[in-house]
């Protein structure tokens, strides 16, 4: 079963869409919650469906990694105070790359003009403030 409604994603973006999204969402079943893995696969799912696709070049784990830290930057999720709570070093060892990567959360930042507590990529659980 698809990680997301087909719809949403074009076909030629599938196969890549559905890689990612294991990752977040392996990601999210481990070390954070039900919230940030819906969050991540909808951010997936915009940037799929933009022409062209960020996520056509590059790595696979590059991609779920730069989304997980721009969900997790949008949540605070660095701030000890916060629950659930990950250090970036430590989310980018979980998706399974180094800290340094992180030209794929500019790009994903940049392209949806992110901001912190975006309400479009706020966790539903998220009361923090800056």
């Known amino acids: 079963m698809s990680a997301s409604d087909p719809q949403h994603v074009p076909s030629r973006m599938r196969e890549r869409f559905d890689e990612i999204v294991a990752v977040t969402d392996a990601v999210a079943a ?9 969050l991540c696969r909808r951010m997936a799912e915009v940037l799929a469906r933009r022409r062209p696709s960020p996520l056509e070049r590059g790595e696979v784990w590059t991609w779920a990694a730069g989304i997980l830290h721009a969900v997790g930057w949008v ?3 660095t701030d000890p105070s916060q629950q659930p709570h990950m250090t970036a070093a430590a989310l980018a060892a979980a998706a399974g790359v180094g800290q340094s990567t992180a030209a794929a959360f500019r790009t ?3 392209a949806l003009d992110l901001v912190r507590l975006d309400p479009a990529w706020t966790c539903a659980g ?5």
């Not at 481990?30 to 819906?38: C, G, P, S, T, V």
């Open 75 to 77: 949540n605070f999720l």
């Open 108 to 110: 994903i930042r940049d």
């Open 30 to 38: 481990r070390h954070l919650d039900a919230d940030y893995a819906a």
């Open 126 to 130: 998220s009361s923090s403030t800056p």
